[in-house]
């Protein structure tokens, strides 16, 4: 068994037709780049930054700490492609070190719909400009691509992009050395999933989170135990959304990844491939598992059962029917 778990670090995920599909890792820090590499990852999908940032007892990272921290992770990775996202701080994820905004913002009645991620970047532009810099510092080193979380609205595209050709102009003006690095949006909210034609011309890629598109599509806290079986990733609204989301961007000539836990989970990989998708991002552990499922996966096959599988009542149910029958696992 570890033998065949060995060789199938090394096996490329290949599906029976012939479709290469990336399989990514999922990382909080750098020090987790070699377990992703150990697991067989072709590259960090989704780089957390705000891990970083959070259990500080005092003050954030600042450009140098930062740099230095993507710089690490780059070099883990080899050479292999590097995501990383800029900070999700907020909601389930709360700095102890409270910016004026953040103080401001303590009392929010929900704040899941309040000031996180991108919202909060845009909200601090000094720490914004700091993380970016360091960031487009980092991809001298190898490939970095940068991913914005939550975005939603077109007007905060337009202020982060433009927060992004100011940290690269300074960093030009000092000569420092930095890269033109890939921008890419999450699609974690059902407005940005609606909207992706609009979103789509001002980024080189997106990636689905799905943890946050289930939670603001169905209006369940992901962190609510009260209302843990009601966050149904199975549910067709979901579904239909991340469909559409990897159709619009393929149709686009646009990259599209899924970087949410459906990624990991096997019971979604043939689903997922139906739809189009062939790239995946989750936790290192996780890659072994989604890799043997693409390996015995035929695209071909399974996409026909595509539409009937979103228009079931029951899409669960009748994913492991169709599949079972074109010769998936199970
Ligand atoms: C997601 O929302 O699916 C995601 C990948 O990001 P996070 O879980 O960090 O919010
Ligand atoms: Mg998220």
Redesign the pocket.
Known sequence: ERDRLARLRHTPAVTLDGERVELQANIELPVDAPAALEAGAVGVGLFRSEFLFMNRNGELPGEEEQFEAYRSAVEAMKGLPVTIRTV?IGADKPLDRMSSAELRHEHALNPALGLR?IRWSLSEPGMFRQQLRAILRAGAFGKVRLLI??VAHLSEVRMTLEAIARAKQQLADAGRPHANVEVGA?I?VPAAALALPALLPHFDFVSV?T???I?YTLAIDRADEAVAHLYDPWHPAVLQLIARTIECARAAGKGVSVC?EMAGDPAFTELLLAMGLRSFSMHPSQIAAVKQRVLRADTRRLAPHLSAILSSENPEGACVTFFAKTGAPE
Do not use: I, K, V
């Open positions: 999700d991620a979380p939550m999450m974690e989170g943890n946050d598109l939670q949410g």
